[in-house]
């Protein structure tokens, strides 16, 4: 991990400039996983019962409603910040550029390459903490997860030919691996974390990415340590972009989601 005070300050200014407040930096995190528990536990057990839609279909698609609610904040805290959304100065403000190298701050295509391994990183972290989930849920029953929220329960013949959930899936991913979680955590808050916890800001940001899945909290412990490849590539290559790609690199299932709708799914 390389210090920020090793960068050129020209270019590590705009970037960390106005650091956040403890206070403030839990404000704007609460101000998506209230609604995303209320969607979740609340809004979702609701509507079930009386939906002829599929259980997980209504858990997908208030999760999408709750990371759009991310962009939103994401474009008013930028909003307020900045002085108004000009694109150029959002640009600067979260990242928006090729990865820049550890130690000259210059651009370089070839700093992408640093995505795989730190995909890998996570993978690997997803696993080892498996056992982790089930020492915690058994820990706290209650935490269990309902059967409706495991995207493989989709994996049924009774939903070939409904394209429109290719739809859903690809909203889904835009907002969750580019214009919402990503923009919240990596864009808006991660370039405002080193005033409060200094080099360790990614592994910060990683643990309240991990905390604010509330709506699988019976994962937190591999969400936590799936996640830590994200901010690391973003904020060592200085790169919004950097964790968009690890991140992104999830989405693979969109793969399982086009055999099953297409019947190619046993």
Do not use: C
Not at 112 to 141: K, M
Not at 150 to 175: C, E, H, K, R, Y
């Amino acid at each position: 991990m390389t210090n920020t005070q090793t960068l050129p300050t020209h270019l590590d200014a705009p970037a960390d400039s106005k650091q956040y407040s403890l206070t403030k930096i839990l404000a704007i995190w609460a101000s998506v996983v209230v609604p995303m528990a209320v969607l979740a536990w609340v809004v979702g057990p609701a509507i079930i019962p009386h939906t002829s839609l599929h259980p997980g279909l209504v858990h997908w698609m208030l999760m999408v409603v709750g990371m759009m609610w991310q962009f939103v904040v994401s474009l008013a805290v930028l909003r307020h910040e900045l002085g108004g959304l000009h694109w150029p100065t959002i640009k600067k403000r979260i990242r928006l550029n090729l990865p820049r190298d550890p130690r000259t701050g210059k651009p370089r295509k070839i700093l992408f390459v640093w995505a795989l391994p730190a995909f890998l990183a996570n993978a690997l972290g997803g696993y080892l903490a498996l056992r982790l989930d089930t020492a915690w849920s058994n820990w706290l029953p209650a935490l269990h997860e309902p059967s409706y929220t495991n995207i493989q329960g989709l994996a049924d013949p009774q939903f070939q030919g409904q394209w429109w959930i290719l739809g859903l899936a690809v909203t889904s991913m835009v907002f969750n691996y580019i214009l919402g979680e990503e923009l919240l955590f990596r864009g808006v808050l991660l370039p405002r974390m080193t005033g409060v916890f200094g080099r360790w800001d990614w592994v910060a940001n990683t643990v309240l990415f991990g905390l604010y899945h509330v709506h699988k909290i019976w994962a937190w412990p591999s969400m936590i340590a799936s996640s830590f490849g994200i901010a690391w590539a973003a904020k060592r290559y200085r790169s919004f972009w950097m964790g968009v790609i690890v991140h992104g690199l999830e989405g693979f299932f969109i793969v399982l989601i086009v055999a099953v709708l297409a019947g190619w799914y046993p």
